[in-house]
T-cell receptor, first 115, second 110 residues
Framework: GAGVSQSPRYKVAKRGQDVALRCDPI?????LFWYQQALGQGPEFLTY????????KSGLPSDRFFAERPEGSVSTLKIQRTQQEDSAVYLC?????????????FGSGTRLTVV | ELKVEQNPLFLSMQEGKNYTIYCNYS?????LYWYRQDPGKSLESLFV?????AVKQEGRLMASLDTKARLSTLHITAAVHDLSATYFC??????????FGGGTRLMVKP
């Protein structure tokens, strides 16, 4: 597609519920990143894929967070047993290669609210 | 661990004025990025700075990079209301992920 597509755009979850957030990167982009952006703050790194391989998951805040990209294109970020502190905007970004000189293209994000 | 700090965090300025946003980073970085974010929107790439002394300009915005000082600046010339947004700088080192600053919320008043 023309850009990075994320769905749903908004998600309200009850505490303890599991959620799945989807990212559809730009076609052909090798690298895919997930970031978490709390209100009024800069995005914070969660995890990075190169094709289907998850090369870095050091930013995932707990074992309740899990990400996958099984066929090297669409990625899903899953959060189990959601807590209020998980409320944030989750941004997905893709890049053609590694640290591309053109930067990273970000999606519009999924705003997760845990009540 | 790479840390990125921006200042000011909030900037209110009048149309027609000039101002500079500063971005300091703590360790050697391969590249420095500037992004713009409007409320409720995603991040729009503004500049990618690749080397020491790099300067890029687009309209009323100009970004520069001093790798020796570990400092990047975003200069705003003759601000207009449309520039009101939050501006983030970000750096990356040996890894592929970006480390972002806390953002500078810019408000340009008529």
């Amino acid at each position: 597609g023309a850009g990075v597509s994320q769905s749903p755009r908004y998600k309200v979850a009850k505490r303890g519920q599991d959620v799945a957030l989807r990212c559809d990167p730009i076609s052909g982009h090798v690298s895919l990143f997930w970031y978490q952006q709390a209100l009024g703050q800069g995005p914070e790194f969660l995890t990075y894929f190169q094709n289907e391989a998850q090369l870095d998951k050091s930013g995932l805040p707990s074992d309740r967070f899990f990400a996958e990209r099984p066929e090297g294109s669409v990625s899903t970020l899953k959060i189990q047993r959601t807590q209020q502190e998980d409320s944030a905007v989750y941004l997905c970004a893709s890049s053609l290669g590694g640290p591309g000189t053109s930067g990273y293209t970000f999606g519009s994000g999924t705003r997760l609210t845990v009540v | 661990e790479l840390k990125v700090e921006q200042n000011p965090l909030f900037l209110s300025m009048q149309e027609g004025k000039n101002y500079t946003i500063y971005c300091n980073y703590s360790t050697t970085s391969d590249r420095l990025y500037w992004y713009r974010q409007d409320p409720g929107k995603s991040l729009e790439s503004l500049f990618v700075l690749l080397s020491n002394g790099a300067v890029k300009q687009e309209g009323r915005l100009m970004a520069s990079l001093d790798t020796k000082a570990r400092l990047s600046t975003l200069h705003i010339t003759a601000a207009v209301h449309d520039l009101s947004a939050t501006y983030f700088c970000a750096a990356n080192n040996a890894g592929n992920m970006l480390t972002f600053g806390g953002g500078t919320r810019l408000m340009v008043k008529p």
